[in-house]
């Protein structure tokens, strides 16, 4: 069974910066794409970023040049570095595999707000 655990959320004024963790446990995860998603309040999570074992990456439109997502196989985690957020930033975001898994973790809080 697959354990995700996020962290690193926060209140952040616009333009601020926050990273995200996101620790994996129960699986060989290295040999999984994965992905960081959100969702926002009244709106369908989606998709903001995933990256394959060997660290190909993709991004959401609204975050490309922003976002970056990284990961550490030896470790089980994987990371968002997260800059020049935007008050349409706020969400709670969500580590998975990509596509994902049924079961999702706790996610952390972002909130962007002067």
């Known amino acids: 069974q697959v354990q995700l655990v996020e962290s690193g959320g926060g209140l952040v004024q616009p333009g601020g910066s926050l990273r995200l963790s996101c620790a994996a446990s129960?699986?060989?995860?290295?040999?999984?794409?994965m992905g960081w998603y959100r969702q926002a309040p009244g709106k369908q999570r989606e998709l903001v970023a995933r990256i394959t074992t060997s660290g190909f990456t993709t991004y959401a439109d609204s975050v490309k040049g922003r976002f970056t997502i990284s990961r550490d196989n030896a470790k089980n985690t994987m990371y968002l570095q997260m800059n020049g957020l935007k008050p349409e930033d706020t969400a709670v975001y969500y580590c998975?595999?990509?596509?994902?898994?049924?079961?999702w973790g706790q996610g952390t809080q972002v909130t962007v707000s002067s």
């Open positions: 129960g699986s060989i995860f290295g040999i999984y794409v």
């Open positions: 998975n595999r990509f596509p994902p898994l049924r079961s």
